[in-house]
């Protein structure tokens, strides 16, 4: 979560929220449909007026960084620290197509970060704001190349 502010909880964050959100809806009622808990996320996250773009942002958002461990619990996705990717990559000679997979993944973030500039709604902020972050780390990397 290297997006937040040092200190500030990471209980609220949105990627964090998802999770707990699935958690409790999915513990209650197993059987519950993908689109029923989309609706029941939009509701609780964003209101009722929110697109449905936004929430697919943020599901799109944590497949990509939380789901995208790689076997381990103590990192997030390499997609947040190019470096290691690419380190990795060379290390266990990953093929073409693997890493532009990655690279379509960024190009989506910087989709979600452009749809969410100037977001009035709190998760719409900070959807942009994980995004943006995701950019950054990526742009920085290429600069150094």
């Known amino acids: 979560m290297q997006w937040l502010a040092y200190g500030k909880q990471c209980y609220n964050d949105p990627l964090i929220r998802l999770n707990r959100i699935a958690y409790r809806k999915f513990c209650k009622n197993p059987a519950l449909s993908d689109s029923d808990f989309k ?3 939009k509701n609780e ?3 009722e007026q929110a697109s449905a773009s936004s929430v697919d942002d943020l599901f799109y958002l944590e497949d990509a ?3 995208d461990r790689q076997g381990s619990y103590f990192f997030a996705s390499p997609l947040l620290i190019p470096e290691r990717l690419f380190a990795k990559a ?3 000679n990953w093929d073409k197509t693997r890493i532009d997979g990655y690279n379509a993944k960024v190009k989506e973030i910087q989709d979600i970060a452009r749809r969410h500039i100037g977001a009035t709604d709190p998760v719409e902020i900070e959807l942009h704001k994980i995004a943006n972050y995701i950019v950054k780390q990526w742009d920085d990397y290429k600069k150094l190349q």
Do not use: L, P, R
């Open 39 to 41: 609706q029941q996320v």
């Open 45 to 47: 996250m964003f209101g």
């Open 65 to 67: 960084i939380i789901a």
């Open 90 to 92: 060379k290390v266990e």
